[in-house]
């Protein structure tokens, strides 16, 4: 399968690691805005062909396009990937608005394309276990409990290099836990409530934020986030559950009393990026809807609609 990754920073590095452990995935294009850099990742993973336009690539023959792209642009490329032909993975938001994100579905409705989102939380094996255990009927939710802790004050990413964008905790920092949590609980969000603290002067964004949700089976969850936090960075995940307590961090896991839990059997790898990448290639493959397709997801960015105007009223 010949895919092409769209974004040479951070999370498109992520990819190129994992799909190197994919027997039949091959990335033969690379595209980025600066040449240079672009070349010297190309150069890096061997990759035989680089662009400086989304467009020039896809006229390739290339089956597949992953995006590591700013958020705003992820939904018009994810568009314009699916009226290509191209089968298309977007990182993680689908959008950055409920319009967008309609947009989306509706295109991949219409191609038949395979359209999946970059959810990774679904496939961390810390968080495959727990799930495992729930659809095995060992274990229910009662309240997930999640802080998501970063400190940035200025436009960077996650390996410390100036961003030409702004990140969002609503749109990009909520969407993995509104959606994990539905996932988990097995039930679908249906109240949802938001505040927001002071909006920065320079990046006109809130910096810290707190959201509380109830799923329609009852559970609830509680997520508190920060980008002022000067302290340990992260996710991190307390499933509280009617059989046990467990703390998931990326990709480890302990119980309540923090004693560690083997989950090195769950999947092949313990690398959720490499996860996810294996699962939209073997979709494609196969011809069926991925885990953490765009319509399955969908709902997650309905709750986030809501929320935002909650916070702008």
């Not at 020039?56 to 992953?66: M, Q, T």
């Not at 905790?169 to 836990?177: D, E, K, P, R, S």
Request: hydrophobic share 40%; net charge negative.
């Amino acid at each position: 399968m010949k895919i092409i990754v769209v974004g040479p920073g951070a999370f498109g590095i992520k990819h190129l690691d994992g799909l190197q452990n994919i027997d039949g995935a091959e990335v033969v294009g690379l595209v980025g805005r600066s040449l240079e850099k672009t070349q010297a990742v190309a150069n890096e993973y061997g990759i035989p062909n680089v662009y400086t336009s989304l467009e020039d690539a896809l006229e390739s023959d290339a089956d597949a396009v992953i995006l590591c792209t700013p958020t705003q642009q992820h939904a018009s490329q994810a568009i314009q990937c699916m009226k290509a032909g191209k089968h298309v993975q977007v990182e993680i938001p689908l959008a950055d608005s409920w319009a967008d994100s309609e947009a989306v579905v509706n295109t991949q409705q219409e191609t038949g394309k395979v359209c999946m989102v970059g959810h990774t939380r679904r496939f961390n094996p810390s968080h495959q276990w727990v799930h495992n255990k729930i659809t095995g009927g060992e274990l229910n939710i009662q309240q997930m409990d999640v802080q998501t802790y970063f400190f940035r004050r200025k436009n960077i990413n996650a390996k410390g290099e100036p961003r030409s964008w702004t990140d969002h905790l609503l749109w990009h920092h909520a969407a993995h836990t509104v959606d994990l949590f539905a996932y988990q609980a097995g039930s679908p969000v249906v109240k949802a409530n938001a505040i927001q603290g002071p909006i920065h002067p320079e990046l006109g964004i809130a910096m810290d934020m707190s959201i509380q949700l109830q799923a329609e089976n009852g559970a609830i969850c509680t997520l508190s986030l920060s980008f002022n936090n000067d302290g340990p960075l992260g996710t991190f995940f307390r499933y509280i559950c009617d059989n046990g307590t467990y703390i998931a961090r990326y990709d480890d896991l302990v119980d309540g009393k923090e004693n560690p839990i083997d989950v090195s059997n769950v999947d092949v790898s313990m690398n959720g990026i490499e996860l996810q990448d294996r699962e939209f290639v073997a979709a494609i493959q196969e011809g069926r809807e991925p885990n953490s397709s765009v319509g399955q997801v969908l709902n997650c960015y309905r709750v986030l609609h809501e929320l935002e105007q909650q916070l702008t009223a």
